[in-house]
Each structure stands twice: as structure tokens, then as C-alpha cells.
């Protein structure tokens, strides 16, 4: 079983955890993860970029798997967070669009793929069929030797002539319930700023990590009280929230993130959050 084949390597090459956001051509890898790595499910790609920073400072050792097509809203991610601050960051991805590819609209974007990485300067190995699977390892292992992105772009071709992994049928918990849900809320005049708010916020920080927005938040907390667990993070907007719940999933230490109603609203990544759930995980929102 070739998808099993494919976490063996992984498991040897000492991966704990699996960020991904499943493609057809790989639901039988991905059913299969949960039952030997930590498995962190997404919603957008993008989102995975950050949390796999944040796994990565906290000394995790992560994958990131998606489809190819979801480069596409990654990679101003990839280069602000992974090669701005140098980080590892090996992604395998299902390559669409380029080997018998039945639906038009996976073309355009993912037969350009390669040229696109060349242009950006991000390392990426095709990985052809069985007789390749051998540079999984090249593409984990050079990510984290060198401290960078690297992308192995997996052909449908690769996995051809391999019985079937998943169960046939799949057991749904139950979904049927009530509920009835009211809201009220008054709002009253403004009590302080944003900057305000960091302020307190700083002064109330004891042996916590930070994770600041980009912009002005974070020039408000390097003003308020600059220190060596404050994350500034540049670029990459709406990536200050997966960072945070990257970190917290690896540390005991209590994270802090200070994110934007904007940036909030613009990631995908508040139901990783909620499924996660990790209890020394704080977002405050200004």
C-alpha cells in the first residue's frame, strides 16, 4: 500500500504532525494520517502556512499537505512568514491540472506551477510515479536542512495501480438537533484605543508568547513593551491567528494573539480553532 509506504518515510524522517486540506487524488493518504501523526485539518490553504510557522517555532517538525491549486492563495504567505524569517516548511502537493486532468478549470493555474516556484526562487521536486518515491525524503529533508519552503508536486501518476485504503463506508456521527439561539448586546460609547488596549495588554504579560498583527499593532506593542516572546509579524495578513494556534499546539506556554476584525474575517481559520481547541490559546481581537 503505497499511501502507507509514504508515511513510513515520513514517520522516519521524524514528522509528528500533518497540516492538510484534503484533494480527491490523495483521500486515501488522508485517512490514513490521523492514525499516526497528529492531524491538523484545514479549511483554506493559506491558513496552513501560518500554523505550520508556528509548529515550526515551537520546535515541531510538520508537513504541510494540499492541492496544488492551493499554492495559489499561499504563496505571498510562503514568502513572507517561511522565507522572511527562514523557516522549514516542506509541502507535499497533489499536482492537478497537468496529468489526465478531467476538469478544465484546475489547468490554467497548475500547469504553470513549476515555472511559477522557479520564479519565486522556492525549491519544488516532481515526483512522477513510484520508482520516485524516494524524494519525499529529498523534499522533507532539504526543507528542514535548509531552513526553506520546498514543494513536492505529486502526479496522480504516482499513485496508479494502488488498492484502495479508505473503508467503503463511512460512519457520520449524528447531526440532527435544535437549537434556538438569541443575542443581545449594548453597545456603549468608546473606552479606549486600540493602542490603549495593547497597552494593558503588555503590562499584564508575565512568561506568555505574542503573536501581533501586522502594521500598526505590532509597532504599538514594540512601543508598549518590546520583548523577546513578542512575534511581530510581517506581511502575510491574516496569518497572526494560525501562527498563535500553530505555537500553542506544540508549547505548554500560554499564547497571545493580537489580531484584527479585518484579518479575522479575511482567514478561515477560526473552525481549525475551534476543532483544536487548545486551552492556552487567547485571540483578542481590536
Known sequence: MREGCVLDRLAALGVDTVVSLPCDRTRDLCALIPERFRAVNLTREEDGIGISAGLAMAGARSVLHMQSSGLGNSLNAIMSITVTFGLPLPILASWRGFYREA???QVPFNRAIPEVLAALGIPYTI???PED?????????????????????????FWEGVEEACPAEQVFPPRARESVLEYRRAFRDLVMTRNDA????????????????IGVPSKELYAARDRD??????????????????????????????????S???TAVLPVVAAE????????CL
Open 198 to 213: 495593547i497597552r494593558v495588554i503588555a503590562a499584564a504579560l508575565d512568561e506568555e508568547a505574542v503573536v501581533a498583527n
Open 264 to 266: 479575522l474575517l479575511g
Open 127 to 129: 515526483i512522477h510515479g
Open 133 to 157: 518515491e524516494g524524494l519525499i525524503d529529498t523534499v522533507v529533508s532539504d526543507a528542514y536542512d535548509n531552513m526553506r519552503p520546498h514543494v513536492g508536486l505529486i502526479l496522480p501518476s
Open 103 to 105: 476538469i478544465p478549470a
Open 277 to 284: 481547541a487548545p486551552e492556552n490559546l487567547t485571540i483578542v
Open 229 to 262: 516572546l513578542n512575534f511581530y509579524m510581517l506581511g502575510s495578513y491574516t496569518q497572526a491567528t494560525p501562527i498563535g494556534l500553530g505555537l500553542a499546539l506544540e508549547t505548554d506556554r500560554d499564547i497571545v494573539v493580537l489580531d484584527g476584525d479585518g
